[in-house]
């Protein structure tokens, strides 16, 4: 069973086998935060190292290039985060050159790709790189029993600030919402409700909303898992007035102000512009549309706790959530001040005695 290490995020393993009279032991890291993919990782560790064991001989080569692009097809694309993650597979795939085999690369190669990075980018830019190479490598290995190397990745993750949460303030929404065009306040809304990413809810279908049993249904969220939420009224109200398309499946369209004067689906860049504009005229400084998920995500845990925003959220991990939990510390401080200013007298130090 995968078991957690004190100085690492990520599940371990460590599991012997005994193969014709003579004893293997198969241990590392999954590089999964879950325990439900941990396992996954874990019988696909064990299962290669008998493979192994039985035949004798090492697996078929592939490269970098070869790798990602089938990683991409099979998982990445269909996932919201694809843009971002199309973005850090180039950079990987230009730093340790496409070509290469997936079975030559080094712990040596990560130092010094790690090295050059991070003199240009964010600690936090070049981890999820690195997580990145990691993921393309198990699901390689895992899915396509192709070689890659034996890399020690807890190593290579570098140190990172701790984790920002910005919460929209009651103050700040209401200007907000008074700036902003009609078709993006409901999308932005339909986002502060749900906690959901921008790129998830512009993807949002017709066939994802169900009015009548008020469910909403996220497809192909990380690890390509659809995740389920309910409605409330206010947001069942917003989903119905909502209109619909012959032309267009989505949810969410903006009346475009050119000659034709129809409306369309938001592309994934085609809402920023009006946004900045709107937190420039409110007077909102140092938020962003993703945001409105850690306020979402707040206000769930200040009123149900961080299992209920684990929920909302769809994450696999509560520890992924635990950045919300200054939430409840930060309520709990409160009512402990409150509870000594009501009922607790204060003591005072006089001349080396206590009085009350």
Not at 35 to 59: L, M, P
Not at 74 to 93: E, F, H
Not at 126 to 154: G, P, S
Not at 203 to 228: A, P, Q
């Amino acid at each position: 069973m995968p078991f957690r290490k004190k100085d690492s995020p990520f599940w371990q393993y460590d599991r012997t086998f005994t193969l014709k009279g003579k004893r293997y032991r198969v241990r590392g890291s999954t590089g999964e935060r879950g325990k439900a993919a941990a396992r996954e990782v874990e019988e696909a560790e064990v299962a290669a190292a008998r493979q192994i064991a039985i035949h004798g001989e090492s697996a078929p080569e592939i490269t970098l290039d070869e790798a990602f692009g089938t990683y991409a097809a099979n998982i990445a694309m269909s996932q919201p985060s694809w843009r971002t993650t199309k973005y850090q597979a180039q950079t990987v795939l230009n730093g340790l050159k496409k070509a290469t085999l997936a079975s030559e690369i080094k712990d040596a190669t990560l130092t010094s790709y790690i090295a050059k990075r991070r003199a240009t980018v964010a600690n936090a830019t070049v981890n999820r790189e690195i997580q990145l190479l990691r993921r393309v490598f198990n699901y390689t290995k895992r899915n396509l029993k192709m070689a890659v190397a034996d890399i020690d990745w807890d190593a290579h993750i570098l140190k990172e600030p701790k984790g920002r949460v910005r919460e929209l303030t009651v103050a700040e929404e209401a200007r907000l919402f008074k700036h902003l065009p009609a078709d993006l306040r409901d999308l932005v809304e339909f986002c502060l409700i749900t906690g959901c990413r921008a790129g998830s809810a512009i993807k949002l279908e017709w066939r994802d909303i169900d009015l009548d049993s008020r469910i909403v249904v996220f497809r192909n969220m990380k690890g390509g898992e659809h995740h389920t939420i309910p409605m409330t009224e206010r947001l069942r109200n917003l989903l119905a007035d909502q209109p619909r398309l012959l032309h267009i499946n989505r949810v969410f369209t903006y009346e475009w102000r050119g000659l034709a004067r129809k409306r369309r689906a938001f592309t994934a860049s085609g809402w920023k512009k009006p946004w900045k504009e709107a937190l420039s005229k409110a007077g909102i400084v140092d938020f962003k549309f993703h945001d409105l998920r850690h306020t979402a995500a707040s206000r769930t845990t200040r009123v149900a706790g961080i299992a209920a925003t684990q929920k909302l959220l769809g994450h696999a991990d509560i520890s992924t959530t635990q950045r919300y939990s200054h939430v409840q510390m930060d309520d709990l401080l409160k009512a402990m001040e409150t509870s000594e200013a009501t009922h607790i007298q204060p003591t005072i130090k006089k001349d080396g005695k206590l009085t009350g």
